[in-house]
């Protein structure tokens, strides 16, 4: 028993060691990248010395970079999910030599000096290596930055790009308003405070049936998390007032803005344009309005629910998995969202409609069901003409 609970606690020490290297390799990567400069392990080479093919090897050399720090980073992942699985082993293994028939034995304090003498000597590694790393890759910076001409950060401001933004609208916009487009839609402003209510209330109620040990180990992790982004939150904040005053006058004209069907490129329609175009594919599509006998518009929400806790039961009885009914319910379900895509592309202008699944009763059950799905060999035809050759 002793044996292996040293095992186990030098293999924890190790993976330890192993995630603060990847992490410091990580950091020099990163730095690389931003000070647009190319590690001598990277090396492409091109038998031509034309321009075009200069381009092309500084282009491949910088995605060998991003896929080099995308490699770390799930190297870290994997590490960090075996030190989660043995922290939840030794974790039992405490808990259950802390029992008074153990303590009788003296197991608890041998417990206590093996991790001791492990949790010693993996720091005192850690600081010697983290101090050489840390020596060495400020050298090959410094070496690489006296090789190599270092250019500009990729920090730059966004330029403007053409025909990104179709204003199909009456209304002209400015070149800042137009400028802030090329940060995306789903460019936002930092809120003033954290919403930190409402991220614990999300985590207590996804961890109010799991056992202690994970509990206490979810509620650790967001409290560093929390911590961590209380700390750095007047550092980060990097908008200044004229762009706050460019989002609420755009945020106040009556118009839509989506995103293209094909091109990914920013539509400006009007709303009496988008809503016209709304109704008329409503009227002439396949949809018909939810309404009870006397002719009252319904709401089909109940219907699914009752329909989807039906199926949920079945699926979970068929597999033989109590946990899985609980597992594949949607707490607050709503309906599903009907949206429309222009089709910029094509004259005249057409729209494509889009079924947002979202927090439907039966999001989780599709999911589960591709998951499913995918543990079985794919076949050669990938198609099927109707339901009945799906079920032969």
Same mark, same amino acid.
């Given at each position: ?8 606690? @030098? ?22 990248? #931003? ?20 381009? $092309? ?49 003296? =197991? ?8 001791? *003498?492990?949790? =010693? ?13 840390? *020596? #060495? ?34 209304? *002209?916009?400015?070149?800042?308003? +137009? ?10 402003? +930092? ?19 799991? =056992?202690? /040990? ?13 911590? #961590? ?17 460019? !989002? #609420?006058?755009?945020?106040? @004209? ?24 709304? /109704? ?9 309005? =939810? ?20 199926? @949920?039961? *079945? ?19 709503? !309906? ?29 059950? $599709? ?5 499913? +799905? ?19």
């Amino acid at each position: 028993m002793e044996a292996t609970t040293y095992q186990r606690f @030098r293999l924890y020490g190790q993976l330890v060691e192993k995630k603060r290297m990847l992490l410091l390799h990580i950091q020099f990567l990163t730095r690389c990248r #931003r000070r647009n400069l190319i590690p001598k392990f990277i090396n492409v080479k091109s038998s031509t010395n034309s321009a075009a093919s200069k381009i $092309a090897t500084n282009s491949a050399k910088k995605i060998w970079l991003i896929e080099e720090i995308r490699t770390k980073h799930k190297e870290v992942s994997i590490v960090e999910e075996k030190l989660y699985s043995l922290h939840l082993q030794l974790l039992k293994l405490v808990e259950y030599h802390s029992a008074a028939e153990c303590v009788v034995f003296g =197991c608890m304090e041998k417990i206590k000096k093996c991790w001791q *003498q492990v949790l =010693c000597g993996v720091q005192r590694n850690l600081r010697k290596r983290v101090k050489l790393t840390k *020596q #060495r890759h400020r050298k090959k910076l410094h070496c690489l930055a006296r090789t190599q001409k270092e250019g500009e950060k990729t920090t730059r401001s966004p330029q403007m790009i053409d025909n990104f933004v179709i204003n199909l609208s009456s209304i *002209q916009f400015t070149r800042e308003e +137009l400028h802030l487009f090329n940060k995306g839609l789903n460019f936002a402003i +930092l809120p003033v405070s954290a919403p930190i209510a409402d991220v614990v209330n999300n985590i207590e109620s996804a961890i109010q049936y799991q =056992c202690h /040990s994970i509990k206490s180990a979810v509620r650790l992790d967001v409290e560093k998390c929390i911590s #961590r982004s209380i700390n750095s939150q007047n550092k980060s904040r990097n908008i200044d007032f004229d762009t706050w005053c460019v !989002v #609420r006058r755009l945020k106040s @004209r009556e118009v839509v803005y989506s995103r293209a069907d094909k091109g990914n490129a920013i539509v400006i329609m009007d709303n009496s344009d988008y809503d016209s175009r709304f /109704s008329d594919m409503i009227n002439s599509g396949p949809y018909e309005e =939810c309404k009870y006998k006397n002719g009252k518009p319904r709401d089909p929400l109940n219907t699914m629910v009752e329909q989807a806790n039906i199926t @949920r039961r *079945q699926v979970a009885h068929l597999m033989g998995e109590e946990k899985l009914d609980r597992k594949l319910h949607v707490p607050n379900p709503k !309906v599903a969202s009907l949206y429309w895509l222009p089709k910029v592309h094509k004259n005249p202008l057409a729209m494509r409609p889009i079924s947002s699944n979202i927090c439907t009763p039966t999001e989780k059950m $599709a999911a589960w069901l591709v998951d499913e +799905l995918r543990k079985y060999p794919v076949t050669q035809g990938k198609s099927v003409k109707n339901s009945v050759e799906l079920v032969k």
